[in-house]
């Protein structure tokens, strides 16, 4: 492909701030047609973007000759369909995380792309970020010495939303997310540590409902395994205090600490023999734009994307066994 134009399915608040003007910013790279179930909504996201087509029905939209790549950008429930329905097209996609609303619908998803070549890749965007870049440099550098565990810690109060029992957010229907806020938020922190650290192979967890909003787990402990064995372990609460707020990684390794966030993009610290020291990295505006980037350049024969559906798979077998789904 010398253009790959870009079709959405689902045009929502992601695609508007993180995602959706990056495909326009990179060479070889344009937005052609969008989609979405509501009419109005479709129009107008076309018509505020300069979008010269627009559809309510996904099957349109992957039919359409003028779009070569899909973009899928709904709730993970439809996810699978989706990226089936434009492989089978002949079509790349490029998915938002998490990459299904299961561990099984990843399954299908990556069985379809190899029967068909067709490539998937995930949007686990944080990868490529210079900010993660930088928490990389510092590891694959030795600063802390060899990396003896890591901790997970995470801790929000609940939205305005989901105090409203009669119209909740889709993020805390499992049906519709797989999950309740871990399943939106915990996969970008465990595919960044899986990304520095490899796969892992065993994981466990506890759930619990303590908030009584929704019926979904808004309070988890986790204890997992890297295939190197360096052992970790996470706790999330979605129904915190404001003053529990908590937005923290921490690596431990044999000659000091590093810290830093996943979604505050607070200062990453390092703490070693020399004293506390501080990184302060500044991230595009489109926070998508570097992985966009290159999937247009693997789709272009230019380079090679490894934010795959491969890759991205393993996150939610990790996060489907501290739900005890299996």
Aim: glycine share 8%; charged share 20%.
């Amino acid at each position: 492909m010398k253009t790959i134009k870009w079709g959405f399915i689902g045009c929502g608040e992601a695609t508007e701030k993180k995602s959706g003007p990056a495909f326009s910013k990179i060479e070889g790279s344009c937005v052609t047609a969008v989609m979405s179930r509501d009419p109005e909504k479709a129009k107008s996201y076309a018509q505020r973007h300069g979008i010269s087509r627009w559809y309510t029905d996904a099957q349109e939209l992957v039919d359409d000759p003028e779009v070569n790549a899909v973009y899928i950008a709904t709730p993970p429930s439809s996810h699978a369909t989706f990226a089936i329905m434009a492989m089978h097209a002949g079509k790349p996609v490029y998915i938002e995380k998490p990459m299904a609303a299961s561990y099984d619908d990843c399954t299908r998803i990556n069985r379809i792309s190899e029967q068909t070549g067709v490539p998937c890749f995930v949007a686990y965007y944080r990868r490529y970020l210079p900010y993660f870049q930088k928490v990389k440099e510092l590891l694959r550098n030795g600063e802390i010495g060899n990396v003896i565990n890591v901790q997970i810690r995470f801790a929000q109060p609940p939205r305005a939303l989901d105090y409203n029992s009669t119209n909740l957010p889709w993020r805390v229907q499992p049906v519709i997310a797989g999950g309740g806020y871990f399943y939106d938020l915990a996969p970008h922190q465990l595919d960044l540590l899986q990304d520095m650290f490899g796969i892992i192979l065993e994981a466990e967890g506890y759930t619990s409902n303590r908030g009584g909003l929704y019926e979904a787990e808004d309070t988890l402990s986790a204890c997992f395994k890297f295939e190197n064995g360096l052992p970790g372990s996470g706790s999330w609460c979605f129904v915190a205090h404001e003053s529990a707020k908590e937005d923290r990684i921490e690596v431990i390794g044999d000659r000091g600490m590093l810290s830093f966030s996943v979604f505050t993009f607070d200062p990453i610290g390092l703490h070693t023999e020399r004293g506390y020291e501080e990184f302060v990295i500044p991230n595009p505006q489109y926070v998508q734009l570097p992985l966009i980037r290159s999937v247009v350049e693997h789709l272009q024969h230019q380079g090679v994307c490894t934010c795959d559906n491969l890759s991205a798979t393993p996150t939610n077998w990790v996060m489907d066994r501290i739900l005890g789904k299996f």
